[in-house]
């Protein structure tokens, strides 16, 4: 991308419980401290609006300690059904997040609250051939070999 990439790129984080939201706070500092380029995005922190009703006051508390700028606390709207699945919140949040950003980000980078920016996370802003970028966080398959049965984990998620 070129020119101004912070008017582009969007940083999300689904927040939902209070260590959660302490992790977000040390995420969006390590973006702001080293993410170079991305360091001044705009971030994101979207809480789940049932169950912990004090999450949003807490989020709010947290941020505000931590004197973070350019954050948006999203209240996030969850179908209790969907919420019941694992994931089911995080697939909302990215759906309500990929619908707030419509035509006004070219990038919506995705993070999880207990990651660490230790340098510029350039490679995940899309460039202007791409339409979609998926980073792994993973070196190796941690997952089950296409040639056996689905664990009790994933037996699990497709029931």
């Not at 940083?11 to 992790?23: E, K, N, Q, W, Y």
């Not at 169950?51 to 606390?73: F, H, K, N, P, S």
């Amino acid at each position: 991308m070129t020119g101004d990439r912070r008017d582009g790129v969007v940083v999300c984080v689904l927040v939902c419980d209070r260590d959660d939201a302490a992790s977000a706070a040390l995420l969006i500092r390590s973006l702001r401290d080293f993410g170079g380029g991305l360091s001044a995005s705009e971030v994101w922190v979207m809480f789940p609006s049932e169950g912990e009703g004090e999450l949003g006051a807490v989020l709010r508390e947290d941020l505000d300690a931590a004197q973070l700028e350019e954050i948006r606390a999203i209240e996030l709207e969850v179908e209790s059904d969907v919420a019941r699945y694992p994931f089911g919140r995080k697939t909302a949040a990215c759906a309500q997040a990929e619908s707030l950003a419509g035509g006004r980000y070219r990038t919506l980078i995705w993070m999880a609250p207990q990651c660490l920016v230790t340098g510029e996370p350039d490679l995940l802003a899309l460039k202007e051939s791409a339409g979609a970028s998926f980073r792994a966080v993973h070196v190796r398959n941690i997952g089950s070999p296409s040639s056996s049965e689905p664990d009790a984990f994933w037996q699990a998620v497709y029931s």
